[in-house]
């Protein structure tokens, strides 16, 4: 393990780029969706479709065989961890704007460098951790603790929901880093989609006809509860499009966490907070107000911070001389 991450950080870097993109997409069109069809249906109808396109990865990458894992466990684990990512990130996202819940779940990338030190063993100095201090402050002001009730877009549970879909979050890709060694990122892809498929049936089954959404108003809890519909034939491109999206996402995050540190890599998820900015102007009229600008700007400022101390630290590792024996 200790011989992937140096000499493979920049195409690392690249595959989280790209796979931070494919994910601004997806929130983006889930936000779209989430007016008229229900979480879990969106969820099974884009993962049976990743399914099929990281199925053609897998073929790609080397075969069936790459599905075989001695830890069946832990994939079924990281699975569940990603699925409960995704549905407390996209519960949220149906009543706060993009930017807002893009703000408040690149707390994960934050979760990833602190959590790296038990899961990992990695090394984070004083002023690294000073930095993740500081983009927690950056959380906690994008929750305006101060506010009243009223006066705040959705309730403190759904404005909670996003932090914890950061932590799971975190979580899974330190889990991914280490199944990585011996798993392929297709392979990896299709245990997620498998995981979300399964979940979003067992949903079906007992949420699928809508009788629990009846009398509620919360537009997060509609979003959950409601019931199964058939797509209109311009959604069904629009779903193709996210299955192939998730697909991409599933590939590029597994491979991005493969071949370098987490720590390397976590910075550059922060490109999502200017998309999401980006799409949430463009499609939906939403800015940020100034609570969520100062959040911000500390959590990106605390992840730069953080990149360029690693960097630092790898160049002096990098120009050190080699003792021998």
Sequence with gaps: ??????????????????????????????????????????????????????????????????????????????????????MSYFVALAAIPLADATALFFAAPLFITLLSIPILGEKVGLFRMSAVLIGFSGVIIMQRPWADADSLQASRLVLLMPVLAALTYALNQLMTRKLGVESKASALSVYIQATFIAVSVGFYVVAGDGRFAEGIDNPSMQFLLRAWVWPSNADWWVMLGMGANAAV????????????????????????????????????????????????????????????????????????PVRRR
């Design 1 to 86: 393990m200790a011989n992937l991450p140096q000499n493979r950080a920049g195409l690392g870097i690249l595959f989280v780029l790209a796979g931070v993109f494919a994910i601004s997409i997806n929130d983006m069109l889930i936000k779209q969706l989430s007016g008229g069809y229900p979480l879990h249906e969106i969820v099974f109808l884009r993962s049976a479709i990743g399914l099929m396109f990281s199925m053609i990865m897998v073929q790609m990458e080397g075969g069936w065989h790459i599905l075989k894992t001695r830890r069946p466990f832990l994939h079924l684990i990281r699975g569940l961890l990603i699925v409960v990512a995704n």
């Design 249 to 320: 996402v599933g590939y590029c995050l597994s491979q991005a966490y493969r071949m370098a540190d987490a720590a390397t890599v976590a910075p550059f998820e922060y490109v999502g907070l200017p998309l999401a900015v980006f799409w949430g102007w463009l499609i939906f009229a939403e800015l940020p107000v100034w609570e969520v600008w100062a959040g911000i700007a500390l959590i990106l400022g605390s992840g730069l911070f953080v990149f360029l101390r690693e960097q630092q630290k790898a160049r002096i590792v990098a120009r050190a």
